[in-house]
């Protein structure tokens, strides 16, 4: 071969050889790999199930005792003896629910036997005592006095009461209250229309 083909020879191969060396050191591309959807921030809150309980039925009271009332039909003698009875009414009330103002709403502010009957009462409910059975009734009663000048009137009752007792808040018995009969005075006033409890001598 002459020389100078063979040197054009090697220079070609040199050339390719150094071709096939820079394709050799560079680096294949990296795929990129698919978009993904971007995750949610905040995890999925799952509720609890919610289990509905019945509401139970409250249980039934009994109704709250109304305060007796007296509508007074004016200064006579049949409405005085009206009223003795409307008192025992009033006291077996406050016993039954400690509204010893009831009592004080129809006696004069200086009747001490009517501020003692509500005092008990004040007492006895404070300490969670009941009055079971004990009812005061009117059975007859009497004109003493009867004075329209003044408006005032004394009547002397004769009543009862039924035996029962007293109860403790733990349903214990306190005192044993017998059945009774008796006689009492009350003596009374009558103004702004109204009948009003002045005293009851005991």
């Known amino acids: 071969m002459h020389p100078v083909t063979r040197t054009l020879l090697a220079c070609a191969l040199a050339a390719a050889a150094i071709a096939l060396l820079g394709a050799c050191g560079e680096?294949?591309?990296?795929?990129?790999?698919?978009?993904?959807?971007?995750?949610?921030?905040?995890?999925?809150?799952?509720?609890?199930?919610?289990?509905?309980?019945?509401?139970?039925?409250?249980?039934?009271?009994?109704?709250?005792?109304?305060?007796?009332?007296?509508?007074?039909?004016?200064?006579?003698?049949?409405?005085?003896?009206?009223?003795?009875?409307?008192?025992l009414n009033v006291l077996n009330y406050a016993r039954a629910t400690g509204d010893s103002d009831a009592i004080r709403a129809?006696?004069?502010?200086?009747?001490?036997?009517?501020?003692?009957?509500?005092?008990?009462?004040?007492?006895?409910?404070?300490?969670?005592l009941t009055?079971?059975?004990?009812?005061?009734?009117?059975?007859?009663?009497?004109?003493?006095?009867?004075?329209?000048?003044?408006?005032?009137?004394e009547v002397l009752m004769h009543m009862e009461a039924s035996g029962g007792r007293l109860v403790n808040p733990d349903g214990s018995t306190l005192e044993e209250l017998p059945a009774s009969e008796s006689d009492g005075s009350m003596q009374m006033k009558?103004?702004?229309?109204?009948?009003?409890?002045?005293?009851?001598?005991r």
């Open 106 to 128: 129809i006696s004069e502010p200086d009747c001490g036997a009517c501020e003692s009957d509500a005092e008990v009462v004040d007492v006895a409910h404070a300490r969670g």
């Open 27 to 87: 680096e294949a591309p990296v795929a990129e790999p698919p978009p993904t959807a971007p995750a949610s921030t905040a995890a999925a809150v799952h509720s609890p199930a919610v289990t509905q309980v019945p509401t139970a039925s409250p249980t039934p009271t009994a109704p709250a005792l109304p305060r007796p009332t007296f509508e007074s039909a004016g200064f006579t003698e049949d409405d005085a003896i009206a009223f003795t009875g409307h008192y």
């Open 131 to 153: 009055w079971e059975n004990k009812k005061l009734r009117f059975r007859s009663a009497t004109i003493e006095h009867f004075d329209p000048a003044y408006g005032e009137a």
């Open 190 to 201: 009558f103004h702004d229309n109204k009948w009003w409890i002045w005293e009851m001598p």
